[in-house]
């Protein structure tokens, strides 16, 4: 069974050195933290860096992993313990909100050593999880997967905008919901600034009308066609209006025909009808 110290020790890193430090905090909301060191990284490192007491030496490498939402514990990086100090007063915490004032601050230094598995290696902590730093050489971590684990959430149909040549390589999880829905969307020749209603309907669901504009189509829409002659145009896709499954083709099509009539696609966009 391949262990987190088989892979310390591959790269040339003494286990006994390491201190493992597992992140999860009841003070944020599920997968905040991995969030935050997704897209907010210094202020994740800010976080990681002040303690409530003194923790760690000077010298000391820390193994850091968050906990997911999906309840993984994820290595995030190897770091070192280059320094410390305390924190001065009225020093908050952004992602808790807490008064950190007098608390343990260190300087940590990213390393590259198991660069490489940042964000891939998945571990078993075990039982012990109150027990969040833990010393390496006593605790061999089993390693559960070494895979790409990070996918985004789907922010919603209000907030989804996204060129349609992106279309074809959205996460797994967001075309798993695309595929579930019908409705009404919007291209924007991003361009020109044309506009184009138009909607999945029958057999068709968003994703799989928008594939067919990624992979070179063009629905069958007279003026897309048209403008396509000059050359291939670049959209940008969004959401109007969602149904499910279940709707009816002409209750779609009134939809439809409501927003084209609102946004005046038909006298200054791209909708022939």
Known sequence: MLTFN?????????????????????????GRLYEAWRNDRSTFERYQSVQQRSLFDVGDLLAS?????ARKTVFVGLYEVAGSNTCPAGNVDALTGVDVSGYQSYDLRLLEQLGGYTDKIVIDWGAGTRSWVQRAANQPKPVLEIAEQYEPRFPG????????DDIPALPHGWQQVLR??????????VESGQQYVGSAKGAYSLLGRWLEYANGGDGGDVRLKAVARHGRRHYQVSVLEVVDGNTPDDTIEQIESYWKSKLLTRRFGLNAN
Do not use: M
Not at 7 to 24: F, I
Not at 181 to 189: E, Q, R
């Open 65 to 69: 992993f968050i906990v997911t939402e």
């Open 157 to 164: 149909f209000r907030e989804f905008v996204r060129p349609v």
């Open 180 to 189: 579930a829905v019908k409705g009404v969307y919007l291209l924007v020749d």
């Open 6 to 30: 088989d892979l310390l020790s591959l790269e040339g890193v003494d286990p006994a050195k390491v201190r493992l430090v597992r992140h999860q905090d009841n003070r944020v909301k599920a």
